[in-house]
């Protein structure tokens, strides 16, 4: 028996109406090669011991199915930069399946497989340079404690794929909760095929919240779940400094994870408007705007399953976005600061310090690291003393001795964050087949809050060219 028999697949949402999806197989690469394997991911989801990973590689190129999973595309839609686009779907991407684990079932998607019906005019692959900053930014985000897709191994190609230049041709295997987001109920709302929203309604409830089962309006707890798991992942968000970049409906997990992320970025300096996609000509989806497209989001999904949930109890979960929103955003920044009691004005001190930040054009990152390590010469000026005097004072009300406190800030300001310039070195040596700095910054992200003498570098502000990288939607 081949090892990987013994990993239990199976394919839950196979079993749903064929409306939902295409069965769909995908297109191998002639000669495709290992780049990543993330052996820690593999542990979780069950995967043989001492699997040698080039024993994977012909079942995600394709060449080997693995046994009891339904490889099949989904059929979606979504709200793109605010606009309605009626037919999207997996368009590169497969679904394999899931592996029941012990934080639950997970999804196993192949991306950049091949042509699929969702193709529209595309492809149908994906480039190494857009795989590995999915594959790294995952890797990021959850070590960050912030839900996110991620992805258990990726393999290149000498397939060339033409995007503005000529690129070469990857995969990866994406692991998420689920694939399932707003787009899809927008998709059966919108297209006269509301039947099946009650289809996808229980196939959620029964496959990630049992709980709802017996509730008398279950469908209006999902959605209420699906709200207040939103705001909180995008209060995360601003809490760490990530934009997104493409907020569109159809890349909303419905379960609260940060996904399907592509011209995304961390906060260099301190700028709120900071635009990270340079396809986003209008700004739709800068850091400060993620908030409110997080509503907006919600909104629509809310349009989408408006026969199925209770109207009244509908616009008092959207009123409350704003609070889970706030209340979740002040808990990550009292962290940020130290302070454990709650205090009224608590927001205030933090949103005067952001405003010094902007004005001096501070590093987000190390700045808070800074405030954590109790660096004294971080604040130089008039305004920066005004406000370390208050935030002094502040402190003076807490209890906690500073040796904890410091324990506190540190776990809360990351050290490490996937610079877009870090990034961007690692997939230039990658695409010249050196891996190394691609393998040194998946281990450094692995504990963004600790120190680390080897990779000292890795922490340090972005240079100036990589301050500007111009990030665009071409994957
Ligand atoms: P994304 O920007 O990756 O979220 O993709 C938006 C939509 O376009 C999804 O339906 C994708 O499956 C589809 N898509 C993106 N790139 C390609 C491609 N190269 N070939 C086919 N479909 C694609
Ligand atoms: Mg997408």
Same mark, same amino acid.
């Given at each position: ?22 069965? %769909?197989?995908? =297109? ?36 080997? &199915? ?20 009626? %037919? ?37 692959? @994906?480039?190494?340079? &857009? ?19 991620? &992805?258990?191994?990726?393999?290149? #190609? ?56 017996? #509730? ?12 207040? #798991? ?18 569109? =409906? ?6 609260? $994870? ?92 933090? +949103?005067?310090?952001? &405003? ?29 003393? =005004?406000?370390? %005097? ?16 410091? $324990?506190?800030? +540190? ?12 990034? %961007?070195?690692?997939?230039?040596? @990658? ?29 340090? $502000? ?14």
């Amino acid at each position: 028996m081949n090892e990987l028999d013994s990993l239990k697949f199976s394919n839950r949402f196979a079993e749903l109406p064929e409306d939902l999806f295409h069965k %769909q197989n995908w =297109t191998p690469f002639d000669k495709p090669k290992l780049i990543h394997f993330n052996e820690d991911l593999a542990k979780q989801l069950g995967f043989p011991k001492n699997l040698d990973p080039e024993d994977l590689v012909p079942y995600v190129n394709g060449n080997k &199915s693995f046994k009891n999973s339904s490889p099949l595309a989904m059929a979606y839609a979504g709200h793109q930069f605010g606009s309605w686009v009626p %037919q999207l779907g997996d368009g590169r991407g497969i679904l394999l399946g899931q592996l029941q684990t012990k934080d639950g079932l997970m999804d196993l998607h192949i991306k950049g497989a091949g042509k699929t019906p969702y193709s529209r005019f595309g492809d149908g692959r @994906a480039v190494l340079r &857009s795989t590995i900053r999915e594959y790294l930014c995952g890797e990021a985000m959850h070590y960050l404690n912030i839900p996110s897709s991620r &992805s258990l191994i990726m393999i290149g #190609s000498d397939e060339p794929v033409f995007r503005e230049t000529t690129e070469f041709g990857a995969m990866m295997v994406r692991v998420a909760k689920t694939h399932v987001r707003f787009g899809h109920f927008e998709y059966f709302s919108h297209n006269n095929k509301s039947e099946f929203i009650p289809i996808l309604l229980d196939h959620v409830i029964e496959n990630y919240f049992p709980i709802l089962k017996d #509730s008398q309006d279950s469908y209006t707890d999902l959605f209420e779940m699906i709200v207040n #798991s939103t705001a909180k992942l995008i209060a995360k968000w601003q809490a760490f400094g990530f934009a997104h970049g493409v907020m569109n =409906t159809d890349n909303m997990s419905i379960l609260g $994870e940060t996904f399907d992320f592509g011209p995304f970025g961390f906060l260099d300096e301190y700028d709120p408007g900071f635009i990270c996609n340079h396809s986003d000509h209008g700004g739709r989806y800068a850091f400060n705007n993620q908030p409110s497209i997080g509503l907006w989001n919600c909104h629509a999904l809310a349009a989408a399953l408006k026969d199925y949930i209770e109207i009244e109890r509908t616009k008092s979960i959207i009123n409350n976005y704003e609070q889970v929103f706030y209340d979740e955003l002040t808990a990550l920044f009292r962290k940020k600061l130290g302070l454990e009691k709650n205090e009224a004005d608590d927001l205030k001190l933090v +949103e005067e310090l952001l &405003s010094w930040m902007q004005k001096n054009k501070m590093d987000y990152t190390n700045t808070f690291r800074s405030l954590s390590k109790n660096e004294d010469n971080l604040f130089k000026d008039k305004e920066g003393e =005004t406000w370390q %005097q208050k935030y002094l004072h502040r402190l003076s009300k807490e209890k906690t001795s500073p040796l904890k406190r410091q $324990e506190i800030m +540190e776990k809360a300001n990351p050290k490490f964050i996937l610079r877009n310039y870090l990034a %961007q070195e690692a997939i230039q040596d @990658a695409e010249a087949s050196d891996f190394t700095k691609l393998n040194n910054l998946l281990e450094v992200l692995k504990k963004p809050f600790e120190e680390n003498s080897v990779f000292e570098d890795f922490a340090k $502000e972005s240079p100036d060219w990589g301050k500007k990288l111009e990030i665009s939607c071409s994957s």
